[in-house]
């Protein structure tokens, strides 16, 4: 008879006895399975991914994507000499992307991908600024001042104007505008602009600027001043919904004033985090002072990302999911992710203390349902039911609106793959839950939204 030997046990060796070090390196090291087991409990403490209704990002993978992840774990994508599969792959990704988006080259066009929509952001904000200082040179005009107009955007792009020393022009919101339109750009651009940016799909309101009616404005300012002013289309989100949910909406190459975009593959892409994608709509478009040649390990190659090594499995699984999906099955993806949303969204106003703020109506924006807090008398805040919410791992953003209407204060859930009307059905029993909870033991003291903002921002 075997007997029970406590050290055979993770739990039951010396090592479980110590901490894991946090500022230096321990001169022996612990076993592997060991310290696997106890940074797997340190992990327990994060959120639970797949009810973070917050993010925009992929928290959902198939198993063939995984296993994709696996075998790709070693390849370095930026070498495409050792690697020319793997390159292939990007550049099938690339000219799929630009078909579907409606680039006239499609075939014959250029683009790369990227850790995400920042560095692709980035990279269309460079080509801008690259075509504006060229035509500036030529016409013997300074060059030293360029602007970019954009609507409420996504940190990235704040980080774009400081980075690269471009004034950034952000239209504010108002009541009745929630973002960039063709009514108040005019006021906004000037020979210095080097492009205007809608976002097709706003981080803070889920809707789709309208890129058609911006570059119709623009047109009409070409033609009464001469100056050309191109669209880089921030399309993060929307880049991988409206193509399959609503192809009529006009806002990709088929307008010739839009010559790039950007889309985040992790996100409605439905890839792995880390992989985003951008598209030239000619290759003249790309400026050749942004492309370096590089000789690395046996190639010389064109590289014009911001970023250099990078893992391929993201890469391959964007690749993947094109092909395994089709658009067919993108369309019934984005589709259910709509049903699911409205659905919360009918559900949540008949409790009776709600207004929805955006609806997931596919014709105006993302799979995404919001509302306000229209029950003047209610004994909580829309942070308090945030909170409340966290208790059962639903992670829901609560958060006023930017300046100018501050005093709005939204509760906004993104849907995502692998969210199902099951699901749905979850996370409203919960917030009927909290209701109760609210209705027995109401918040002595109800936060304001300028109370929360300064606190978030260290009393600032």
């Not at 070693?74 to 990007?90: Q, V």
């Not at 080259?105 to 991908?113: F, I, P, Q």
């Not at 109506?361 to 919410?389: C, E, F, H, M, Q």
Request: contains cysteine.
């Amino acid at each position: 008879m075997s007997l029970y030997v406590a050290d055979t046990d993770v739990y039951g060796d010396a090592d479980a006895t110590k901490v894991l070090p946090k500022y230096r390196m321990q001169e022996k090291g612990i076993e592997g399975d060991e310290v696997y087991h106890f940074i797997k409990d340190e992990l327990l403490l994060d959120g639970n991914a797949k009810q973070n209704l917050a993010t925009f990002c992929q928290t959902w993978m198939e198993d063939n994507v995984h296993k994709i992840m696996d075998d790709c774990i070693d390849k370095n994508m930026i070498d495409k000499d050792e690697y020319p599969a793997t390159a292939e792959l990007e550049n099938r990704c690339v000219h799929m992307l630009a078909d579907l988006w409606n680039s006239p080259a499609a075939k014959k066009t250029t683009g790369c991908s990227t850790t995400g929509s920042s560095e692709a952001a980035m990279l269309g904000g460079l080509a801008m600024k690259f075509r504006w200082r060229e035509k500036r040179k030529a016409e013997g005009k300074p060059f030293d001042k360029p602007n970019i107009v954009t609507g409420p955007v996504q940190v990235c792009w704040h980080k774009f104007a400081r980075y690269f020393d471009v004034e950034l022009r952000e239209i504010p919101v108002e009541h009745g505008r929630l973002g960039l339109d063709s009514k108040v750009i005019l006021d906004y651009i000037d020979e210095n602009t080097i492009g205007v940016v809608p976002t097709f799909g706003v981080t803070f309101t889920c809707h789709y600027e309208p890129v058609a009616e911006i570059c119709a404005a623009l047109d009409k300012y070409e033609k009464e001043t001469g100056i050309d002013i191109p669209v880089h289309v921030d399309a993060a989100s929307g880049g991988f919904i409206a193509p399959f949910v609503e192809p009529d909406i006009v806002w990709d190459f088929r307008l010739p004033r839009v010559l790039s975009i950007n889309a985040s593959g992790h996100k409605y892409g439905l890839a792995p985090l880390g992989v985003g994608w951008i598209v030239w709509r000619e290759w003249k478009d790309l400026p050749e002072d942004l492309i370096f040649w590089v000789n690395y390990l046996g190639g010389n190659m064109p590289t014009f990302a911001l970023n250099f090594s990078r893992p391929g499995g993201q890469i391959v699984a964007q690749y993947y999911l094109l092909s395994r999906l089709g658009k067919e099955g993108y369309r019934a993806i984005m589709n259910n992710l709509y049903r699911s949303a409205q659905h919360i969204g009918k559900k949540i106003t008949a409790l009776g203390d709600f207004e929805i703020f955006f609806d997931a109506d596919p014709k105006k924006g993302i799979p995404a349902v919001s509302w306000t807090l229209k029950n003047k008398n209610a004994k909580y805040s829309l942070y308090d039911l945030s909170d409340r919410l966290r208790m059962r791992g639903w992670q829901v953003a609560a958060y006023s609106m930017l300046p100018n209407m501050q005093e709005t204060v939204v509760m906004r859930l993104v849907l995502r793959h692998g969210f199902s009307m099951d699901t749905a059905e979850l996370f409203l029993e919960d917030v009927k839950r909290s209701l109760a909870y609210f209705e027995k033991h109401p918040v002595s003291v109800i936060q304001t939204s300028g109370e929360v903002n300064a606190f978030n921002h260290g009393g600032k």
